[in-house]
């Protein structure tokens, strides 16, 4: 390359990108499951155009905001879910908006939620599809049990502007069996009131690979196996070759034998740890350690000489990915046939 | 206020930002030294001017691209200290242009790093100002001894385009004794050498009213103190009066009696501890934890009943104010003589 990448940069394999998108969507093709990618990973309309060419069903956001400027970004994106409890008349009021514009899903866990969906969407001519979510583990949102997930689907059903859409949840890492329960259960009793369940979505990248185990779900929402990532090569998911993203930097200071000082901190590499020990894997060297951030330094520290010069540069595969994306305005997208491409990460600090 | 704002959101409380810069000008006015405040926290010129106009004699930046965002944002930032190793034909090329329009000074702890400020401004007719930077306990960069900060001075000194401009650290808290010993050391070892020490700067704002402990120093540069964080008020600091930035949140679900749910995720909060437990103080609930964050939600969890309802809105003081600065595009200022006004983060995400 000619071109001299200024640092931190973000960089993305697109050849490997494809490689991980194609695998996953093969398995789902053969499994007879949907793929509706969360693109809270990559951020990137043209991303998510991937996805959908490779059969992707639609996308799923985690916010109206988000949604919103993935639509915007591309004319294929024509089917979104968003996965949260949408409350306030500012955000409804953009969700009417993205319903005009795309067949549009979303999600609730209360009647306090419902309430505010179908006041935003009474009285519309196309109704809104709420998922009811559930907890199956997670602990974080979603209805308790199956039982109350059956009255939040019959309350949904007879609210005006809405219609019941399915089930969904996020589970923990290893819950599919939790989950196969949980759903069969509540579908049962839904199914029992006369309503019919179009979809049950679950997802996690950590359990993709084993989706099949969930028969009763008919959707998944994997994110991070777009890029890959350090915590799922230390879950044994993927190796190194399949992480896409990684984060150059160049080394600042070499201050003592055994240590190294990069461009990256936590501005770049973030300081989500995800249970394991260090800020990230420099791409071959298992010997170092990332063990302290501070904004805009990164400090490698090895047991034997650092063996690094000012002004080298290292690449590190970054703990999490997600995360990583959602600090810089553009990524380095890299191809075989394209080159260097520098690509704005359109859907970056959409929170609202 | 009449204008819903829309969560999560970024609240900077300007009063108590004012008492904020004036309590350490006072401090630091009363004691004979300078103030430098660093603008990684808040990344507004509009911010910096209020500091420069209390009295601080310019500001420090951390990467050439944040001093140029902040240089071009405000007329009345006339002198910038990076305190970094600025590295790349990139990077000294924006430094160049840098000079060109303020006083610039940076620093660096290696021959490599001078070599390479040295080969740009060689032949220009105003030399930059090099501080070398020293390890005072922090590890991270900087010569290790007074001794190697005497070579590299007059190395700098002997440099084409350069002139050595001083000693900078980044000490570790508590570490006002080792700076004191080892800047008095250096400062000794470089005037017999024949050069003058113009500043000797350190920087903190956990010691930063216990900077008098450091007569030798001439200059201090404290960051965090215009907003405060929930890792001063731990730190016994200041208290939550004192604390100028809070992130707004909506509390989107109570699945649990003793367990709700907010719209604010470590995309706003971010994942810093700064060796704290939980990722906030949410203001007036001092039995609430925020025990875990994923990307877009925030876990609060207390002993006994949570006592919020859906809707709700929580003011949280995050753990580490600066790096929540970096992930919104802007941030909403109060004031009782001016009302809401909404600042764009001018200098976020400038990591290059």
Redesign the interface.
């Known amino acids: 390359m000619s071109v001299?990448i200024?640092?931190?940069a973000v960089m993305i394999d697109l050849d490997i990108v494809r490689k991980n998108i194609i695998r996953f969507q093969s398995f789902a093709d053969q499994h007879g499951f949907k793929v509706r990618p969360h693109i809270?990973t990559h951020k990137l309309p043209k991303m998510a155009e991937l996805q959908l060419e490779a059969g992707a069903i639609g996308i799923t956001c985690?916010?109206v905001s988000e949604a919103r400027s993935m639509v915007e970004g591309s004319d294929q994106i024509r089917d979104v879910l968003i996965t949260?409890?949408i409350?306030?008349?500012?955000?409804l009021s953009q969700l009417l908006d993205l319903a005009d514009r795309v067949s549009l899903s979303v999600v609730a866990?209360?009647t306090?939620?419902v309430d505010?969906l179908s006041k935003a969407f009474a009285g519309r001519p196309k109704p809104l599809r709420v998922l009811v979510e559930c907890?199956t583990g997670a602990?974080?949102?979603?209805?308790?049990t199956p039982d109350a997930a059956a009255v939040l689907a019959k309350y949904i059903a007879a609210s005006d502007g809405l219609a019941f859409g399915g089930l969904m949840t996020y589970p923990p890492v290893g819950g599919q069996l939790h989950v196969q329960r949980f759903m069969t259960a509540a579908k049962a009793l839904i199914v029992a009131d006369g309503l019919a369940v179009g979809t049950i979505t679950t997802g996690g990248t950590p359990d993709m690979m084993t989706a099949n185990r969930n028969p009763v779900a008919t959707e998944y929402r994997p994110g991070t196996y777009v890029y890959n990532d350090r915590s799922l090569v230390a879950r044994g998911v993927c190796s190194w070759k399949d992480c896409a993203l990684t984060v150059l930097a160049?080394v600042?200071?070499?201050?003592?034998a055994n240590?190294a000082?990069i461009?990256?901190g936590?501005?770049?590499l973030?300081?989500?740890?995800l249970g394991l020990t260090g800020y990230g894997h420099v791409l071959g060297r298992d010997d170092i350690n990332i063990d302290?951030l501070?904004?805009?330094?990164g400090?490698l520290v090895s047991d034997g000489p650092i063996g690094l010069?000012?002004?080298q540069k290292v690449r590190i595969v970054p703990n999490h990915a997600?995360?990583v994306t959602?600090?810089?305005?553009f990524v380095h997208v890299v191809s075989a046939s394209r080159g260097l491409e520098v690509w704005p990460v359109v859907a970056r600090?959409k929170?609202?």
Chains 1, 2 share one sequence.
């Not at 602990?139 to 308790?144: E, H, L, N, W």
């Not at 600042?252 to 003592?256: E, H, L």
């Not at 501070?294 to 330094?297: I, L, N, Y």
């Open positions: 001299e200024q640092t931190p809270k985690q916010k949260y409890n409350i306030g008349d500012e955000k866990d209360s306090a939620v505010g907890n602990d974080r949102c979603g209805v308790a160049t600042v200071s070499v201050p003592a240590r000082i461009d990256a936590s501005k770049a973030t300081s989500d740890l302290q501070s904004e805009e330094h400090r010069d000012v002004g997600c995360v959602n600090m810089t305005d600090g929170v609202l």
